[in-house]
């Protein structure tokens, strides 16, 4: 069963543009992770929020996580076209031992 | 290199067909995984394993099955593979289900 739902499904930028994508889910967490999948490849792991933290940054990427509205968001700044993929959202309940994953949101930077 | 490594990359068989898809990783990670990427159904968790000969089901565990004699290694068995079993399967490992995943690069199993 899907925990995280993202929104949009697919969302088209332009270079240099920023893109948000949202997750929600459904039960309380132990942690959430972003992943990014390039078409029909591995999924590489981008950050992970644990469940009392708020805010967390990587590089461009800054993730944010509100457990009073079980949702959460990744944000890409100045975006590139290298960062065209789909971002999973996933998360571990607590006291949970699998990580779950939402839909993806399919992200298409164009140059 | 740290990896996970699945083979085969790419498999056709016949429905019934008894095959293996072998999974390994070189982190020494405790916890091993096992998924199905479907169109619209996305991720869905097949098997998963926390440690050495302990093995739990996770939401799609039926026509499936797993071991875990070594903690390097985790295969992905399927018994009498069917149609609906065609898919894009991913092993993954991590020191625990509270750290990030690291993915393999994916085995597409066709079953005609």
């Known amino acids: 069963s899907q925990q995280g739902e993202e929104d949009p499904q697919a969302l088209s930028i332009q270079e240099g543009e920023n893109a948000t994508m949202n997750c929600s889910y459904k039960?309380?967490?132990?942690?959430l992770q972003w992943y990014r999948q390039n078409s029909g490849r591995g999924l590489v792991h981008l950050i992970l929020?644990?469940?009392?933290?708020r805010e967390k940054h990587s590089g461009r990427l800054r993730v944010t996580l509100d457990t009073s509205k079980k949702s959460s968001s990744l944000l890409i700044t100045a975006s590139r076209a290298a960062d065209t993929a789909s971002y999973f959202c996933a998360t571990v309940r607590n006291a949970g031992n699998m990580l779950t994953f939402g839909g993806g949101t399919r992200l298409m930077v164009k140059p | 290199e740290a990896q996970v490594t699945q083979n085969p990359r790419y498999l056709i068989t016949v429905t019934g067909k008894k095959l293996t898809v072998t999974c390994s990783q070189n982190?020494?990670?405790?916890?091993m995984s096992w998924y199905r990427q479907d169109p619209g159904l996305g991720l869905r968790q097949i098997y998963y394993?926390?440690?050495?000969?302990?093995?739990d089901k996770g939401d799609v565990p039926e026509g499936y099955k797993v071991s875990r004699k070594e903690k390097r290694n985790f295969p992905l068995i399927l018994e009498s593979p069917s149609p609906n079993q065609t898919s894009l399967y991913f092993c993954?490992?991590?020191?625990?289900?509270?750290?990030?995943?690291?993915f393999g690069s994916g085995t597409r199993l066709t079953v005609v």
């Open positions: 929020i644990r469940s009392n933290e």
């Open positions: 993954a490992s991590s020191w625990s289900v509270n750290y990030g995943y690291t």
């Open positions: 982190m020494n990670h405790e916890y």
């Open positions: 394993s926390m440690n050495v000969e302990v093995t």
């Open positions: 039960t309380s967490i132990n942690n």
